[in-house]
């Protein structure tokens, strides 16, 4: 510690004896040795005097007491505790903290909001220790209690029009947060605007023992944690995980309907290539055929969801988007009303499959046999789909 600094607190770590935390008149200190080294610990916590230090014992949390700057909590602070095996080792997964499931909700009247800071990050906060950057994105797994993955995670997306990885990947502790959810459903990617293409992910998982799996540099780990629910919630299990079995129902239906959707964009390509084709050759008949081909193609894809060209949107809905509808309606709480929807659905969802089976068998043949007779290639991923 500097000599310009003098506590004005120290306190141990509840869990690791070797760490001590001082508060003084420019902020927080850490001390890995009982007291021999000091290292700064602000964490971007500006330089202000620290009056009193605290550790949360149930979740691990750091509480900062400062004379004119409110109070700072750092979320979780255990992987501070264990860094001296991190450190020995190179790369190091830590064991996240059992994660709740909070009901979130806004107060209109401020409540909450007036003279308040963030709520911690929603979901299961899994941090790592790498001693240099992974050589591509770092990529992790959640696994259920069987072992299972329910949610992966990799590679990168734009931020500010730069690729960011999803998980971080910088020299040190690193920390991504998951948010209970599971991997999403297919996507139509021809459905225009890319909110419109389908979710990212799925429902969340329902409280139990789940895991995390990376590999950094070589070395591939697993942790267990628990995921629990919100201890206000009135929900029991089996009202929770009859919603997550009737939305991951719904969503294996529009993963479903969605590959159809992509795989009449596809037909739609060969077709309009077979049309020009024939009528380069002046192949009235052939042309005949697939017009005939393009029209039974608009008519099964019309029925099937709402279509969306640039910016407009048609105003009636189709089978996808009721199912859409239906999966997320299926969380957190299936209600009569709920219900009555569902089945409602359902309906939709098996004529539509009935349309789409009856296009597959009975009309796609001759389509084919029109692609084959232009030279084009025909599209070989039409093939029945079992009744629901």
């Known amino acids: 510690m500097p000599s310009d600094q003098w506590a004005r607190t120290i306190r141990p770590d509840i869990r690791e004896r070797n760490l001590l935390y001082a508060g003084t008149e420019q902020g927080i200190w850490i001390s890995f040795d009982s007291g021999a080294t000091w290292q700064s610990f602000n964490n971007d ?52 903290h059992v994660g709740y499931q909070w009901t979130q909700h806004s107060n209109d009247e401020g409540t909450y909001t007036n003279y308040a800071a963030d709520n911690p990050p929603y979901g299961v906060m899994i941090t790592f ?59 139509w990617s021809g459905a225009g605007p890319a909110f419109l ?7 969340q998982v329902v409280p139990g023992d789940y895991s995390v799996r990376m590999t950094l540099s070589g070395h591939t780990y697993v942790e267990h944690f628990r995921v629990e629910p919100d201890p206000r919630s009135e929900f029991t299990r089996a009202q929770l995980q009859r919603s997550f079995d009737e939305a991951m129902r719904q969503m294996g239906h529009l993963s479903t309907l969605d590959s159809i959707l992509n795989n009449l964009d596809d037909l739609k390509k060969s077709i309009d290539t077979a049309l ?18 393009q029209t039974a193609r608009k008519t099964l894809m019309d029925s099937l969801a709402t279509t969306v060209r640039g910016e407009g949107t048609e105003d009636e809905t189709r089978v ?9 309606q299926a ?33 796609m043949p001759g389509i084919s046999t029109a ?3 232009a030279g084009v290639k025909t599209v070989p991923s039409f093939k029945p789909v079992p009744s629901p």
């Open 45 to 96: 916590m500006p330089a202000v005097s620290v009056r009193d230090i605290r550790l949360q014992p149930a979740y691990d949390d750091l509480v900062v007491a400062t004379h004119g700057r409110a109070t700072y909590i750092m979320d979780d602070v255990r992987p501070v505790q264990e860094l001296s095996q991190a450190l020995g080792r190179g790369t190091w997964l830590f064991t996240p």
């Open 129 to 187: 220790y790498q001693r240099d950057p992974q050589k591509s994105a770092p990529a992790l797994a959640i696994l259920d209690s069987h072992g299972r993955v329910v949610r992966s995670v990799s590679g990168t997306h734009k931020v500010g029009g730069k690729d960011e990885p999803y998980i971080p990947n910088k020299a040190g502790l690193n920390r991504y947060t998951w948010d209970f959810t599971v991997n999403g459903p297919v996507k």
């Open 197 to 203: 293409q389908g979710p990212d992910t799925g429902p």
């Open 276 to 293: 020009d084709t024939a009528k380069k050759q002046n192949n009235s008949a052939l042309v005949s055929k697939l017009q005939d081909a």
């Open 320 to 328: 996808r988007e009721d199912v859409l509808g239906a999966t997320f």
């Open 331 to 363: 969380q957190p709480l299936i209600t009569p009303m709920v219900a009555s929807f569902i089945t409602r659905v359902d309906g939709e969802y098996r004529a539509a499959i009935a349309r789409y089976n009856a296009f597959a068998t009975g009309t």
């Open 371 to 373: 692609l084959q007779q």
